[in-house]
């Protein structure tokens, strides 16, 4: 499956473990939350993937232990996983943040105002809106409103920062 990051696709260095295993000390690997919690560190997972109507302050406990949250994206039409990746940007996680799922070109910059690093879409998808849609869509939006997140400039602060010249 195809991952975007800064706009472009890359490679994904992360690993889902399946359901039986367990990760080798020192790999990227993510696991879904029902697990992480039942098997704990034993299973040695360091990514975990969340449903979209997780409860982002039951997670608080475990971001010293996780270096990625991923959140699904069932549709284009369900914006659950951008208020949860906020909100749990707002809590304090400072790892990688993953959209996965039906994210589209016209979404991403939103995605990264809300605090998400990197998205998974689908082979399918892929091929309907390839790379160069992705990065035309990072590139099309130079300000933004939510300002204290990733992404581009605070336009109410650069309506200010004009005023003053």
Sequence with gaps: MPLIKDGGFT??????L?????AAPGEKTIAPLKRLLDEGDALGANGVEIPNN???ESLQPLFDKIAMVVIPFPGFNDGR?????????RLGFRGE????GHIIPDQYAYARACGFDTVEISDALAARQPEAQWLEAAASMSVGYQPGYPGPQNILIARW???QT
């Design 11 to 16: 490679v994904d260095d992360w690993r889902v």
């Design 18 to 22: 399946a359901d039986s295993e367990t």
């Design 54 to 56: 997780a409860s982002p």
């Design 81 to 89: 996983g951008f208020s949860l990746g906020k909100r749990l940007r």
């Design 97 to 100: 943040l993953r959209a996965k």
């Design 161 to 163: 920062s004009a005023r």
